[in-house]
């Protein structure tokens, strides 16, 4: 079975135009929340959200394409071109790209499309020639995989893993799968989400888990937190097998270890309460990685900021470590980033590498209060120096889609 490594990644998010601004921001407790600017607010109970700020998508795209594709898509095409730029794979020669895949996730696909696509017809008389001929390959979901593929002639395998917020977690452990069986010798594998729209924000705020206070907040794991904050961004991992990266000599960022996936099989928004759900996805991925509770260094947490999100997270990190749990560093960094739905997975997983590449794990901001149903150590409000060799990264979806990745310092 083949080791899987990762070569190189690339980010665009609410704090940052790269991976590198990104992190820098992150471990300074730099928040991207801000007033919601993409759409008018005038008849929604919110007002904010985590948007990606001066983004000009011509500077990645010629401008006709730009016209043709949806603001995800846009978003996909700068997280995609930085990861194939760092690994050194954009002007790979065609006989290599013919073996690296295309898995770039989504949960919405391009919701703003579909919105101003109804509007202009509906406003219209129902004229179906008011509909774009772009519109399908604009609202996909696999939209950003399929144009990632073109524009850079990747031609391996190539789609999309839809499980909400697990999305850009279930792609990557996908990829995982492709390389370790010698099916491609790379996958470029994450996920992008725009869905800060007035269907998108609207449709949170109406089952009341979105935030309602005007500051500080997300406030995950804190006793006062109230919902959540909607982002947006794209974030994207060059991964390949071991003999390719050292054959071409590439440098080499973490190895990807374990992959761990289940269901909740209760209810369609709501976790189950006990942790075992996605306590059992973390106990699969341990298996995956051959590792134990005492290997985990650090995990970057779901932490959403509901109420119900992350006592249970809680719940299941210790179902799942036992007493090891009250040992491990856990931070969410949605507190920053906002939850950008089926990215912040992919997100989260470059930031679990760059923790092991930079021995410092990010902050937990906006945490005021403990909550006696919230009692591990969430890296409250400052980044930390920590010794890292092993990461988990925990992601979880409506519809009980649970997932979980492990990374670690790479030793040949």
């Known amino acids: 079975m083949n080791r899987v490594v990762v070569t190189g990644y690339g980010v665009i998010s609410p704090i940052g135009h790269s991976a590198q601004e990104t992190w820098g921001n992150l471990l300074n407790g730099v928040s991207g929340v801000g ?18 700020k001066d983004f000009d998508p011509e500077t990645v795209l010629p401008r006709k394409e730009v016209r043709r594709r949806d603001r995800f898509e846009w978003l996909a095409a700068a997280s995609a071109k930085e990861a194939l730029e760092h690994s050194g794979l954009i002007d790979a020669p065609e006989q290599v790209k013919n073996r690296i895949g295309t898995i ?11 919105e101003d696509t109804v509007r202009r017809v509906h406003g219209n008389g129902s004229d179906y020639k008011k509909i774009s001929a772009f519109t399908i390959p604009s609202i996909m979901t696999n939209g950003a995989s399929g144009y990632t593929s073109i524009d850079h002639g990747l031609r391996g395998p190539t789609f999309t893993v839809n499980s909400a917020c697990a999305s850009g ?19 470029l594998a994450g996920a992008t989400e725009a869905s800060l729209t007035f269907l998108g924000v609207g449709s949170f705020a109406r089952i009341q888990a979105y935030s309602t206070r005007q500051d500080n907040t997300p406030s995950p794991f804190s006793a006062d937190r109230d919902g ?19 054959a071409r000599g590439a440098s080499i960022l973490a190895e990807l270890i374990g992959y761990g996936s289940s269901a909740d099989a209760y209810h369609i928004t709501a976790p189950t309460e006990d942790g075992s759900g996605s306590g059992t996805a973390i106990k699969r ?37 036992g007493e090891r749990a009250y040992d491990i560093p856990i931070s969410s960094t949605k507190s920053m980033t906002g939850h950008m739905m089926g990215a912040t997975a992919a997100l989260e997983a470059v930031f679990s590498i760059q923790a092991i590449q930079e021995q410092c794990v990010p902050p937990t901001i906006n945490y005021r209060e403990p909550d006696p149903e919230c009692d591990l150590d969430y890296v ?15 992601s979880f979806g409506f519809g009980g889609h649970n997932a979980v990745l492990i990374f670690r310092a790479f030793e040949d």
């Open 35 to 52: 007033p919601i600017t993409l759409f008018d607010i005038a008849n929604l109970p919110v007002d904010r959200a985590a948007e990606v």
């Open 104 to 114: 770039i996730s989504a949960s919405t696909g391009g919701i703003r499309s579909w």
């Open 169 to 187: 977690a279930d792609g990557i452990g996908v990829a995982l799968q492709f390389l370790r069986a010698g099916m491609v010798d790379g996958v």
């Open 228 to 246: 959540l904050i909607m982002g947006e961004g794209s974030a994207v991992l060059m991964l390949e097998t071991l003999e390719h990266a050292k």
């Open 285 to 321: 991925a341990m298996v995956d990685a051959k590792i134990d509770p005492s290997d985990i260094d650090y995990i970057s947490a779901h932490g959403t900021g509901t109420p119900l999100n992350d006592s249970t997270e809680t719940r299941a990190i210790k179902y799942a470590l």
């Open 380 to 394: 409250p409000n400052e980044a930390r120096e920590v010794s890292i060799r092993t990461v988990m990264s925990n």
